[in-house]
């Protein structure tokens, strides 16, 4: 049964009561949607940056390789008279070019001990960065570009306020024969 309004005050003040109603139970409800949107960007960049190590360590398939094309591949190494020294401060430059390029910040790095193969060294250089997670996608992909072969071994990722903090390991390659 429908309730009549004869007068106009009473319905004005009936209007003004469910307003206040609705705001209140709303801006609750706009605020946990504002928090969730947050969340779910987080998931969507970390998605992202997954996704996109993952596609780099598909194994590809052994294939003959042609001698041309094996020159080419063997420019990507460092020669055998190269400096370990010197293929660290090859890669510690262009990343930290790279990074602030991306609007990351390099706080520090290490220089560890080379990793000696029978046919290969591995040269790795320790970064320690800060800044935002699109930051790092950036640097990730001109990685990928690199002049030498660069591989990403590892991201550790820690957040401290609004920023990220990330420790990336990665590994240049020289040859040994």
Partial sequence: MPVIVKDRKTLGVYIIIIIVIL???LIPLDS????????LNEYIDTYRMRSYMQGRHVPAPEANISVEEERRLLKLIAHKDSPVAAIQHETLKSVIKNAEKNGLTVVNFELPDATKGK???GVSVLLRVKGMSKGLLGLLKEIKN????TDVRGI???KSGDEFFFTITLTAYRMEK
């Fill in 119 to 121: 046919n290969i060294t």
């Fill in 23 to 25: 705001k209140f139970a």
């Fill in 156 to 158: 550790e990722t820690a």
């Fill in 32 to 39: 946990s949607l504002k928090a969730k949107r947050v969340i």
């Fill in 146 to 149: 690199m002049e030498r072969l």
